[in-house]
């Protein structure tokens, strides 16, 4: 973890609040590209994954805004309420989840409320490098939008387009307008969206429906819907084959829960099966894979799982631990 400093913290709207954040020496932190992210250690026990939303170019500093969140399990409240200008807090190196395919002739990028952030970062790089791209920025109405004021006076502020619910905007026609499969450059344009699961949907399937591969749509998944438990789970035996110890996992329990309930250490950060960082070897029995990190294809293998939210299909499940 690296240690840095609040350098500053601004409302954005109501319920965003933006900070910067940069080394108490003034030295620069590590690089970082458009779409990364950074843990943040909330307290103790809580880590929280926010996007990097300034220019890569400028890592002196890094930027994140945080949503109120009405749902938070903790984190996003924890944030406003405690974290003042001055504190030291923790952070991870920058990681991406989220690269942008910087040679694509043309870019679209969707967001979504605080969707924003990611690809506040790669409009900066389009711009930077001259390219041709698009920002749909969508939002309940301008007083919940972070960053309005900032994004009209860029300098590819012609190239940002606001949709607010409460200004009977013509949405569905903009995003049509948008993804229209008649423009040639749209055949090869990349495009990637941030926002609520709901809103990265509706994005990818009117892109489909209009002839997009799947291959040019990306979307930011590390602040998914929990995706833990739900009401048909059943208990079953994890054995940890190097530690030669046998645990029952519960039906309202997580394997990462009942690990860290009898004290046996795994490095875990998002919690939700977005980032990867709880993968463990599968030695025998067949996982429930509930994760959004390992591609179909691993999944199929059946050889590795991310106990954060991953069950087991199978009566055991034996891992290498
Ligand atoms: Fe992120 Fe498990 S902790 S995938």
Redesign the pocket.
């Known amino acids: 973890m690296l240690e840095v400093t609040i350098l500053t913290k601004k409302y954005e709207t109501a319920d965003i609040v933006s900070f910067e954040l940069g080394k108490a020496d003034g030295s620069a932190l590590p690089a970082f590209e458009a779409g990364s992210h950074i843990d943040v250690k909330v307290n103790e026990n809580l880590l929280r994954q926010y996007s990097l939303c300034n220019s890569p170019k400028r890592h002196q500093t890094y930027k994140i805004a945080v949503l109120k969140d009405a749902n938070s399990r903790g984190g996003s409240l924890t944030v406003h309420k405690t974290f003042e200008i001055g504190d030291s807090i923790q952070i991870s190196p920058p990681r991406n989840l989220f690269p942008l395919n910087k040679d694509s002739q043309r870019t679209l990028l969707f967001a979504g409320g605080i969707g924003i952030t990611p690809l506040l970062s790669m409009a900066q790089v389009l711009n930077e490098l001259g390219k041709e791209f698009e920002l749909h920025y969508f939002a309940r109405s301008k007083t919940s939008t972070a960053f309005y004021e900032e994004l009209n006076s860029l300098p590819f502020a012609s190239k940002i387009f606001f949709h607010f619910d409460d200004e009977n905007d013509k949405k569905d026609s903009a995003i049509r307008h948008a993804l229209d499969q008649e423009n040639p450059l749209n055949k090869t344009a990349h495009l990637y969206t941030c926002g609520p699961n709901g809103f990265m949907d509706y994005i990818f399937t009117t892109a489909r429906s209009l002839g997009w591969k799947n291959d040019n749509l990306h979307k930011e998944v590390f602040n998914a819907e929990s995706i833990v438990l739900d009401d048909s789970d059943k208990s079953f035996t994890l054995n940890l084959v190097r530690s030669g110890i046998s645990l029952e996992i519960p039906a309202d329990k997580t394997v ?1 829960e009942v690990l860290e309930d009898a004290d046996i250490e795994i ?13 463990t070897k599968v030695v025998k029995g067949v996982p429930d894979h509930r ?1 959004q ?1 390992l591609t179909e294809c691993e999944k199929s293998l059946n050889n590795q799982f ?4 991953s069950r087991a299909l199978t009566d055991s499940l034996s891992i290498d631990l």
């Open positions: 990462l490095d875990a950060s998002c919690e939700q099966g977005v980032c990867g960082t709880c993968l994760d990190f991310t106990p954060c939210c």
